[in-house]
C-alpha cells in the first residue's frame, strides 16, 4: 500500500469520536491500576544519590526542622532527637531507622472496594486536579470556584476510568462557608464516587470529619476503618526548614489510625529552596523525611509516601515556572531517592498555561512523562490543572485523561510483545510485497483491540475535519465534557450507609462544623 | 516563603517574552549538539531483541525483498544473495558482515563546517519539517506549498540553533516545475542557510544536481566532497518488502561518494506491515537492513543509518495515527535494534493534528520524548509537522523548537550535578527557616543561567496574561515567526562559491533540468 492510498483513507471514516462510542460520550478504557514496566530514568549515579542522601542528614542532623506543633515536639524529645525551642534536630540513625518501618507498598480502600488502589511497587495511580481557587471552561471563562462546579468535577473524576482516586477538592467553593465546607464537599464527593477520598489537614475537626465520613459512608466499625486505609491525607511542609501545626496534627491523627500521608515540600528552586536542582531536593528530601521519622515513631509500619513538588522560578520575574527540563529532572531525581529510602513516590501533573493550548500540553506531557519516568505511585493533578493550579478546567481535564489513557496504554506489554506470533513472518509471507495487511488473517484476529483508540483526538484529514465542524482540542474536549455531565450516573450506595452519612453531616452542621477566624 | 507570596509574584514582571530579548524576536539557546545522556528506554529483554533480529533475518532468508533497480540486483547478485527475478534472498551471515562494516557514528559537514553535525554516538540532531505538500498558518489558512512560503521555512530553519540540520523541502513549492525545483530549492537552502543539506533520491540527475550544488557552494574539490559527509539523503522502502528504482539509485550514487545514506521504511501496523508492533519492526528492520547491506557492499563502511516510520492506523478508518503509545513503543524497538546492530537511528517527531492545538503538542511531544527515550540520533520533522506530514506550519515550527529547546536544555549535566556547592546545606543553613533564597549569595551566584529560559511559553498569571493580549500558545507562535522572518540575516557566504552555484544553477535550468514525464 503506499502513503497515498492512506491519505486517500484519511478522508473517509467516521465523523469524529462519537460514532465510536454508541451514544455514549465516549468509549473509554475499562478501569484499571496500571503497572510501570519501565526501568526509571536514573540522572544520579550512586554517588550522586548518595550526596543528596549526606545533603539531607547534614539538614536534620545540623540545622534541624521547626516543628510548629507541640505534641509533635514532645514526641520527637521522647524519640531522642535534639530539640531546641521548636527546632527539631535528627541523627541519620534515628532517621534511617524510623524510615525502614514505613512499607513499601500500601492498599488504599474506598467505599467500593472494586476501586482499590495499590500504591508503591512499580503501581502508578492517578489523582484528579486538587484544590485551585478558581475555575476557567470556554463558555465561563476564568471565574472563582463554587459548589455547583465542584459537583462537576466530582462526576468527571468518577466518570473517567483512569482517574482513580478522588483527591481534594478540584475547586474550593467559595460560596460555602469554610465551616461547614469539609462537611458539604466530602459529602458530595462519598455520594458523586466510589473512589479513594482525601482529608484536608486543615484542623483537627476537618480531618476527624471526613474520616467518620469515609467510615460511615462504607459502613466499616471503627476496627473495619483502622484495620486497612480507607482513605488518606497529604501535608505540604512550609519550605524551607518548617511543618507546621495543623498539618502536622492531621497527618498525626491519620497516621495513628493507620490512615496513608504523603508528605510534600514544596521547594521552588530560587525561591523557597536553593536555586540549584539538587540542593532544591536535597531540602525536600529531609523535609519529607523529617515529618515521615515523626510518624513511623508515632505508628510503626503506619503508610507513608514521599511527595516531590520541586520546580524552579522564571529566572526574571520570580514566579514558579512547571513542566520545565529542571522540574522533569527533579522529579527523576526524587524518584531515585524515593527508592534508596524504599518509599512510595508522589508525584504531579502540572503546567503553567493559563488556557488548555499548546504550550499546557507540552507542560503537561513533560510533567506525566516524569512522572512515569521517575517511577512515580501517585499522580496528584493528573487532570483539570491549569495556571500553576490556579485553575481548574473540565476541557482540561478531558484532554489530559487522553494523556493518562495514553500512558496505560503505553504500559501494556501486549504492545511490545515478541512472540512467533507477534513476529508476524508467516503473515508477512503470506501477505508479500503486492498486498496489504488490512485482509490478513492475521490482521483480522486482532484489529479491534490492537491499538489505541483515543477519545479527544481527531485523527480525520484536514477537509474531513473541516466539514465535520473545524473544532480544535478544546472544543471537542468542552463537548464531551457536557456530554459527560448529561449522562452521569451516581454509583450506587447502600441506602442505610447514605443515610448515616448525611445525618452526620446533618449534625455536624448544626455543631457548626470546624472552628474559623472569620 | 509561602505559596501566597508566590502566586503574587506571578502577578507582576515582565510583559511577555519579548523584554528578555533586547529587541530580537526571541533569546534563544546557543547552538549546540546536544548529547543525550539518559540509559535508553528498553521494553524488549535480550529474548526480545533477538527474536525480532531472528525474524528480521527469516524475512530476507526465506521471503526476500524485492529490489526494483537492474543494477542493485546485479550487485547482490555478485555478492552471492539469490535472486530471482527482482526478489533477493540474503543469508544472515552475508547481512551481519555488511552491517558490521557500517560506522557507528559519523558527522556531515556543510558549507559553514560551525555547522558540522555529530551523528551516533549518544548525539542527537534535530531536523526541520521535511515534504508535506501543504502550508497552514492562522492568517492564510490551508494552502498548496510555494517557493515564497519554502523560503520562510528555510529562514526559520536557519534561524533557529535547536535545528540542526535543514532537511527536504518544508513545503513543495508546487508553483516550480518539477524539473528544476530541486535546482531552485537546493540552492535558495544553500543561501538562506550554511547548514547540512540533503538530496530527495527521485532521480539521477536530482541527486548528481545536489551534490554537486553542496559541493560548489562549499568551495570544495570532487575529492574534499568525497573526503567526507558532505550532505545526506534518505530512503523510504515500498513496505512491505519493497525497495523502488529512484531510491536504490540516489542510495547507491551517495554512497559511492562517500555521502549518508538513512532507510527508512514506512510500516504503518495494519496497512504495509502487519498489526503486531513487533512484527512492523521487524518487517522495518529487514527492508532495511537489506539496504544498507547492498550499500555496504558496493561501499565498505559508508555511513549509513537505520530509519523508523513504524506507526499504526485508526482502527475504525485505517488513517494513519502518530504519537500513539504504538508509535513510541515501536521507536524504543527499533532503537535496542539500532544498537544491535551498531548503527545510528533516525526517527521523527511527529503528530496527526490538523492545526497546531492541544492534541498537537501531546503526540508531538509523544513522539519526541519516544525519539530520546530511544537514543536517536537523527530527528526527522523535528519542528512544523502536522496533519500527518501533509502539513507544514511556522507557528507548528516555533512551538515545536521551545520542545527541542527543552530537551536540549534535559540534557545538560549541570541540572543533575550533586557537587558540594550543588547540595547547598550551607546556603540553607544561611537562609535558614525565616528566610528565602531569592537574596542568598548561592542563588544570585547563578541565577542568570540557572533555568531553562522560555521563547514561546507564557508564564505570566492569568491577570498578566489578559491585560498582555490573552494571545495563546498558537498566537505568540504566530508573532514569533513574523518577527524571526523580520530581522533574517543571510548567512555569508564566499562570493566565489556563490557565483559558482549559480552559475550551475543557471546552467541546468537552461539543460532543462531533470526529466519528468509531465
Known amino acids: 500500500m503506499t502513503q497515498d492510498t492512506v491519505r486517500k483513507r484519511r478522508s473517509g471514516g467516521r465523523a469524529g469520536n462519537r460514532s465510536r462510542s454508541g451514544g455514549a460520550a465516549i468509549a473509554q478504557m475499562p478501569w484499571r491500576i496500571p503497572l510501570n514496566p519501565d526501568r526509571p530514568t536514573e540522572p544520579l549515579d550512586a554517588e550522586g544519590v548518595a550526596a543528596i542522601h549526606h545533603g539531607a542528614m547534614r539538614i536534620l542532623r545540623e540545622?534541624?526542622?521547626?516543628?510548629?506543633?507541640?505534641?509533635?515536639?514532645?514526641?520527637?524529645?521522647?524519640?531522642?532527637?535534639?530539640?531546641?525551642?521548636?527546632?527539631?534536630?535528627?541523627?541519620?540513625?534515628?532517621?534511617?531507622?524510623?524510615?525502614?518501618?514505613?512499607?513499601?507498598?500500601?492498599?488504599?480502600?474506598?467505599?467500593?472496594?472494586?476501586?482499590e488502589v495499590v500504591v508503591g511497587d512499580g503501581h502508578m495511580v492517578f489523582v484528579n486536579v486538587s484544590s485551585p481557587p478558581n475555575a476557567w471552561d470556554t463558555e465561563r471563562g476564568k471565574?472563582?470556584?463554587?459548589?455547583?462546579?465542584?459537583?462537576?468535577?466530582?462526576?468527571?473524576?468518577?466518570?473517567?476510568?483512569?482517574?482513580?482516586?478522588?483527591?481534594?477538592?478540584?475547586?474550593?467553593?467559595?460560596?460555602?462557608h469554610a465551616s461547614v465546607r469539609h462537611l458539604d464537599c466530602v459529602q458530595e464527593k462519598l455520594l458523586l464516587t466510589d473512589k479513594v477520598v482525601h482529608a484536608y489537614s486543615l484542623g483537627a475537626e476537618r480531618v476527624e470529619d471526613v474520616m467518620e465520613m469515609t467510615r460511615l459512608a462504607?459502613?466499616?466499625?471503627?476496627?473495619?476503618?483502622?484495620?486497612?486505609?480507607?482513605?488518606?491525607?497529604?501535608?505540604?511542609?512550609?519550605?524551607?526548614?518548617?511543618?507546621?501545626?495543623p498539618m502536622l496534627d492531621g497527618a498525626l491523627r491519620c497516621a495513628r489510625r493507620g490512615q496513608p500521608v504523603?508528605?510534600?515540600?514544596?521547594?521552588?528552586?530560587?525561591a523557597m529552596a536553593p536555586v540549584t536542582m539538587?540542593?532544591?531536593?536535597?531540602?525536600?528530601?529531609?523535609?519529607?523525611?523529617?515529618?515521615?521519622?515523626?510518624?513511623?515513631?508515632?505508628?510503626?509500619?503506619?503508610?507513608?509516601?514521599?511527595?516531590?513538588?520541586?520546580?524552579?522560578?522564571?529566572?526574571?520575574?520570580?514566579?514558579?515556572?512547571?513542566?520545565?527540563?529542571?522540574?522533569?529532572r527533579a522529579t527523576q531525581m526524587t524518584g531515585q531517592l524515593a527508592r534508596f529510602y524504599g518509599l512510595p513516590l508522589?508525584?504531579?501533573?502540572?503546567?503553567?498555561?493559563?488556557v488548555p493550548d499548546g504550550q499546557a500540553m507540552w507542560e503537561t506531557s513533560n510533567s506525566l512523562w516524569a512522572a512515569v519516568q521517575s517511577g512515580s505511585n501517585f499522580v496528584y493533578h493528573a487532570a483539570g490543572w491549569l495556571e500553576g493550579g490556579l485553575i481548574a478546567s473540565p476541557?482540561?481535564?478531558?484532554?489530559?485523561?487522553?494523556?493518562?489513557?495514553?500512558?496505560?496504554?503505553?504500559?501494556?506489554?501486549?504492545?511490545?510483545?515478541?512472540?512467533?506470533?507477534?513476529?508476524?513472518?508467516?503473515?508477512?509471507?503470506?501477505?508479500?510485497?503486492?498486498?496489504?495487511?488490512?485482509?490478513?488473517?492475521?490482521?483480522?484476529?486482532?484489529?479491534?483491540?490492537?491499538?489505541?483508540?483515543?477519545?479527544?483526538?481527531?485523527?480525520?484529514?484536514?477537509?474531513?475535519?473541516?466539514?465535520?465542524?473545524?473544532e480544535d482540542t478544546v472544543m471537542r474536549a468542552?463537548?464531551?465534557?457536557?456530554?459527560?455531565?448529561?449522562?452521569?450516573?451516581?454509583?450506587?450506595?447502600?441506602p442505610a450507609h447514605r443515610e448515616a452519612l448525611t445525618e452526620f453531616v446533618a449534625r455536624r452542621k448544626r455543631e457548626g462544623g470546624a472552628p474559623t477566624d472569620f
Chains 1, 2 share one sequence.
Not at 263 to 270: D, E, K, N, R, S
Not at 304 to 322: C, E, I, L, Q
Not at 459 to 469: H, I, K, L, P, Q
Open 346 to 354: 508522589r508525584s504531579s501533573g502540572v503546567c503553567v498555561s493559563n
Open 262 to 270: 504523603f508528605v510534600t515540600p514544596f521547594t521552588l528552586a530560587g
Open 218 to 245: 462504607g459502613g466499616l466499625s471503627h476496627e473495619e476503618f483502622e484495620a486497612r486505609p480507607r482513605m488518606y491525607t497529604n501535608i505540604n511542609s512550609v519550605s524551607p526548614l518548617k511543618h507546621d501545626h
Open 63 to 115: 540545622i534541624g526542622i521547626e516543628f510548629l506543633n507541640p505534641e509533635a515536639l514532645e514526641l520527637l524529645r521522647e524519640a531522642g532527637c535534639r530539640i531546641e525551642g521548636r527546632n527539631v534536630r535528627m541523627d541519620e540513625d534515628f532517621v534511617m531507622e524510623m524510615v525502614r518501618r514505613a512499607p513499601p507498598r500500601f492498599t488504599i480502600t474506598p467505599r467500593n472496594p472494586a476501586r
Open 478 to 494: 468542552h463537548r464531551i465534557y457536557k456530554a459527560i455531565l448529561n449522562e452521569f450516573e451516581t454509583p450506587p450506595m447502600d
Open 395 to 470: 476541557e482540561k481535564f478531558v484532554m489530559d485523561c487522553e494523556v493518562l489513557q495514553m500512558i496505560q496504554r503505553y504500559f501494556e506489554p501486549a504492545i511490545t510483545a515478541t512472540t512467533e506470533d507477534d513476529i508476524a513472518v508467516d503473515a508477512i509471507r503470506e501477505v508479500g510485497p503486492e498486498g496489504h495487511f488490512f485482509g490478513a488473517e492475521h490482521t483480522q484476529a486482532r484489529y479491534t483491540s490492537a491499538f489505541y483508540a483515543p477519545i479527544a483526538s481527531d485523527w480525520r484529514n484536514f477537509e474531513a475535519w473541516v466539514s465535520g465542524g473545524s
Open 143 to 176: 471565574r472563582p470556584g463554587d459548589f455547583e462546579t465542584f459537583r462537576e468535577f466530582m462526576k468527571l473524576t468518577q466518570y473517567f476510568n483512569c482517574i482513580h482516586v478522588a483527591g481534594g477538592y478540584p475547586v474550593e467553593p467559595s460560596d460555602i
Open 278 to 328: 539538587a540542593g532544591a531536593v536535597t531540602l525536600s528530601v529531609a523535609e519529607s523525611l523529617s515529618a515521615i521519622a515523626l510518624l513511623q515513631y508515632v505508628k510503626p509500619g503506619c503508610p507513608t509516601g514521599m511527595g516531590t513538588f520541586t520546580s524552579n522560578v522564571d529566572m526574571k520575574t520570580g514566579a514558579p515556572a512547571f513542566g520545565t527540563p529542571e522540574y522533569m
